[in-house]
Nanobody, 120 residues
Framework: VQLQASGGGLVQAGGSLRLSCIAS????????MAWYRQAPGKQRELVAS???????RHVDSVKGRFTISRESANNTAYLQMNSLKPEDTAVYYC???????????????WGQGTQVTVSS
């Protein structure tokens, strides 16, 4: 199982970016997909998550600006980021909690991270 994240970049404050994460491999049950971020000198934090049923959570600091969505048929999750602020600058990581084929327990998988830089 692999997670491939893309879509980061450099943007001015107030701008937008869309992150994508594709989960591939022998996946039996993709339970939850999420985006985390880690800024320099800070701990990794959950930004948003979405379940297989479509229920979403967004951390308070991004509510109204970021939206997580999911295409279950393609095992893909997106993070639409609008009205970006310099404090959103971080490496964004894709996470998936899933059950691989031939396994009977769930595990967490991580993508490689994509840099988002917001200039003031």
């Amino acid at each position: 199982v692999q997670l491939q994240a893309s879509g980061g970049g450099l943007v001015q404050a107030g701008g937008s970016l869309r992150l994508s994460c594709i989960a591939s491999g022998s996946i039996f049950n993709l339970i939850t997909m999420a985006w985390y971020r880690q800024a320099p000198g800070k701990q990794r934090e959950l930004v948003a998550s979405i379940t297989s049923g479509g229920s979403t959570r967004h951390v308070d600091s991004v509510k109204g600006r970021f939206t997580i969505s999911r295409e279950s048929a393609n095992n893909t999750a997106y993070l639409q980021m609008n009205s970006l602020k310099p404090e959103d600058t971080a490496v964004y990581y894709c996470n998936a909690r899933l059950v691989p084929v031939a396994f009977d327990y769930e595990s967490d998988y991580w993508g490689q991270g994509t840099q988002v830089t917001v200039s003031s």
